[in-house]
């Protein structure tokens, strides 16, 4: 029974957003391949802005979080986690690297939809 019920929530948090959007785009005749850069770019951006989000918080073992002996603070636009130490320091536990990628994606997903009006237009002309 709990096999049903983890396959129905992941249905209803993947499947089903991931194929109204395709199912939107190719209603407006988007280009697959667009639609694609636009699907994993949204989901590249929504699992990495969780997880810069969430690095600090303590889930399975608290001996090996980043912030062990410290508060961990979450801040969650734009996605960054953080470590309160005795002092009332705040020190980041995320690296450049980690923030390009999320900021990357949100780009790209940002600018696809208007190079997909740029595409339909010069379509129809």
Known sequence: MEALIALSAAFVVFVLPTSLVWR?????RIPGW???????AGWLTLFSGWALSQRAQPFLFPDTSPCYGAEPVSQY???DSFCRHDDGELRTVNGPDAKFVFWAAAGVLAGVPGAATLARHRRQD
């Not at 667009?34 to 994993?40: D, E, I, K, R, T």
């Open 77 to 79: 636009f734009p996605p």
């Open 24 to 28: 939107l785009g190719r209603r407006a």
């Open 34 to 40: 667009m639609l694609a850069v636009f699907v994993l």
